[in-house]
């Protein structure tokens, strides 16, 4: 899921001639209406109220329009691995379920580092690979021509 390469800078203004390799991916803001529903406990055990109310905020985050099967199921992993953290019964269940969330881009700042943006309904920008908008392509011929004279 998450985009190869090092992480972009924060602080500093680098600046390089060359395109990124990751462009940002824009999402519209709106919620996620299709997820899979929350299996229905472990073992005969239902789920903790934490866990359920993680799920119902997971499943519908914005970003979920672009998973595929293996990242819902990733998604599944991850409630029982919740559990037992909101349970109590295992100290690396945190750590686990931090770097889980961490992939799912369960925050801002993890949907940053998977370079993902939410943008307002109806703005987001249906952007194909190797395709340039012909406008974007007439502007640039146009200042080539302005530099050339």
Request: aromatic fraction near 10%; glycine fraction near 6%.
């Given at each position: 899921?998450?985009?190869?390469?090092?992480?972009?800078?924060?602080?500093?203004?680098?600046?390089?001639?060359?395109?990124?390799?990751?462009?940002?991916?824009?999402?519209?803001?709106?919620?996620?209406?299709?997820?899979?529903p929350m299996p229905?406990?472990?073992?005969?055990?239902?789920?903790?109220?934490?866990?359920?109310?993680?799920?119902?905020?997971?499943?519908?985050?914005?970003?979920?329009?672009?998973?595929?099967?293996?990242?819902?199921?990733?998604?599944?992993?991850t409630i029982t691995?919740?559990?037992?953290?909101?349970?109590?019964?295992?100290?690396?269940?945190?750590?686990?379920?931090?770097?889980?969330?961490?992939?799912?881009?369960?925050?801002?700042?993890?949907?940053?580092?998977?370079?993902?943006?939410?943008?307002?309904?109806?703005?987001?920008?249906?952007?194909?690979?190797?395709?340039?908008?012909?406008?974007?392509?007439?502007?640039?011929?146009?200042?080539?021509?302005?530099?050339?004279?």
């Open positions: 899921m998450p985009p190869a390469g090092r992480k972009p800078n924060q602080g500093q203004a680098i600046r390089h001639r060359v395109k990124p390799v990751h462009d940002w991916t824009e999402i519209e803001d709106t919620p996620f209406p299709d997820a899979p229905g406990g472990l073992y005969g055990i239902p789920w903790p109220a934490e866990t359920q109310r993680w799920w119902e905020v997971v499943s519908r985050m914005p970003h979920c329009v672009i998973w595929q099967e293996s990242d819902w199921q990733f998604a599944i992993d691995i919740h559990a037992r953290f909101v349970r109590g019964e295992s100290a690396s269940a945190a750590t686990e379920l931090r770097n889980r969330e961490k992939v799912l881009g369960t925050t801002l700042d993890f949907r940053r580092d998977l370079r993902i943006r939410y943008v307002a309904a109806g703005t987001a920008a249906a952007k194909s690979a190797g395709v340039v908008a012909i406008e974007d392509y007439q502007q640039r011929l146009v200042k080539k021509k302005r530099r050339a004279k």
